[in-house]
Nanobody
Framework: QVHLMESGGGSVQAGGSLRLSCAASGSILSINAMGWYRQPPGEQRVLVASITSGGSTKYADSVKGRFTISWDNAKNTVYLQMNSLKPEDTAVYYC????????????????WGQGTQVTVSS
């Protein structure tokens, strides 16, 4: 069983910062990539940022220069540092991990966290 535990969401004023964390635990053999998605009210879930095991990163255009994704391999934890937050960043943020777990052998699996609310007020 694999579990993704997210933390760090909350409410902040425009221009403020938040740091999201997502720790993966369970019978994990290897992690290929981790990422953050967000889903504003009434909209679809979209990619915010992702990072591979090799360190390659990808960002949505709307967050480039403001958000930074990082990964602590030893802790199986991915972080999303969000600076200069805007009201349009308000959404539920979900962690995703593409990994190989004992239960999924011989295939890789995609796992999601439960989501954490980020609210930015103007």
């Amino acid at each position: 069983q694999v579990h993704l535990m997210e933390s760090g969401g909350g409410s902040v004023q425009a221009g403020g910062s938040l740091r999201l964390s997502c720790a993966a635990s369970g019978s994990i053999l290897s992690i290929n990539a981790m990422g953050w998605y967000r889903q504003p009210p009434g909209e679809q879930r979209v990619l915010v940022a992702s990072i591979t095991s090799g360190g390659s990163t990808k960002y949505a255009d709307s967050v480039k220069g403001r958000f930074t994704i990082s990964w602590d391999n030893a802790k199986n934890t991915v972080y999303l540092q969000m600076n200069s937050l805007k009201p349009e960043d308000t959404a539920v943020y979900y962690c995703n991990a593409n990994l190989r777990a004992v239960a999924d052998l011989p295939y890789d699996g995609s796992y999601w966290g439960q989501g954490t609310q980020v609210t930015v007020s103007s």
